[in-house]
């Protein structure tokens, strides 16, 4: 049976392996705290999940998905990722969460370029990223559906992207290849095929944005920011069109970097 191996097993991970599970996979979840600390994960997940070291995960999965903050990347099991299809999850977020970083707030680089960096035998995908936690669940729809959602997927492997795109449509969406990591700038945090691109009210978006940047100016964590939203489909024609008029978001143009 095929199995996903997820690194990460918090808000946007854990979500991802319900996809997975819906989806006829094994999972292998592990996190920063150890296999121990996921028995409830495993319970609520059943009989194919499965508690393991990040090593373990990387090594079990026919794709690892990497939903981690950016500043721990450094921590993860480089060896055991060499040749694995990783969907990248990854966002920065430097004031709150991942400290500046000289590379990506100049625009040298993109995100997921630095992750491909520190993890360089991985065939990285970046995905998932664009997409609040919150409507990962209720968006997913299977093959065909007249309301299904895509997603962009950028990477610089054609063979690790094609085989991405085909777990991603087992998870119930479709892709829109955007292209190298170095075009991935095109879904970074509020560009407009962001989060906002999913919102059926962004009015809860902007709301929640504006709170989320006070909290960050009093040097508190935005993390209970409630930005419920019930999703509303993006399909493949209007996520090209919002990737296509994208400008580039750097972080010092951000409303909370
Ligand atoms: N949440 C979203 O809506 C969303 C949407 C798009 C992209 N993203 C991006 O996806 C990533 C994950 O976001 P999230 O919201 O799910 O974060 P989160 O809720 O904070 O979860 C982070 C997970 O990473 C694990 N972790 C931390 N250090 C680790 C290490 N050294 N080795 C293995 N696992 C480690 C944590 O384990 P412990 O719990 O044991 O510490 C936790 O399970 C971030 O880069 C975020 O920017 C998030």
Redesign the pocket.
């Known amino acids: 049976m095929a199995t996903l191996g997820v690194?990460?097993?918090?808000?946007?991970?854990l979500k991802i392996a319900q996809l997975a599970i819906a989806a006829d996979l094994e999972v292998v979840l592990?996190?920063?705290?150890g296999p121990e600390?996921l028995t409830s994960a495993v319970a609520q997940l059943g009989e194919r999940a499965h508690a393991a070291t990040?090593v373990e995960s990387a090594e079990a999965g026919d794709w690892v998905l990497l939903?981690?903050?950016?500043a721990?990347v450094g921590?993860?099991p480089r060896a055991a990722l060499a040749g694995k299809v990783v969907l990248d999850?990854?966002?920065y977020?430097p004031s709150w969460r991942d400290g500046y970083i000289e590379v990506l707030d100049s625009g040298k680089m993109t995100t997921s370029e630095l992750v491909q960096q520190t993890l360089p035998e991985a065939l990285l995908v970046k995905a998932?990223?664009?997409?609040?936690?919150?409507h990962v669940l209720p968006l997913a729809r299977p093959e065909g559906a007249g309301d299904r959602s895509a997603m962009p997927i950028a990477g610089d492997s054609l063979r690790a992207k094609a085989s991405a795109a085909e777990l991603i449509s087992r998870l119930g969406y479709d892709t829109v290849d955007v292209g190298l990591l170095s075009e991935s700038w095109r879904f970074e945090p509020e560009t407009p095929a962001s989060?906002r691109a999913y919102f059926a009210d962004v009015r809860t978006l902007d709301s929640g944005l504006i709170r989320v940047a006070e909290l960050i100016a009093a040097g508190r964590s935005p993390m209970e920011v409630d930005f419920r939203d019930q999703g509303a489909p993006l399909s493949p024609e209007r996520l090209r069109t919002l990737l296509d008029e994208s400008p580039r978001v750097l972080t010092a143009n951000r409303k909370t970097p």
């Open positions: 690194i990460g097993t918090g808000n946007l991970g592990s996190n920063s705290r600390s990040s939903s981690v903050p950016l721990v921590q993860l999850t990854t966002n977020y998932f990223a664009n997409i609040s936690d919150q989060a």
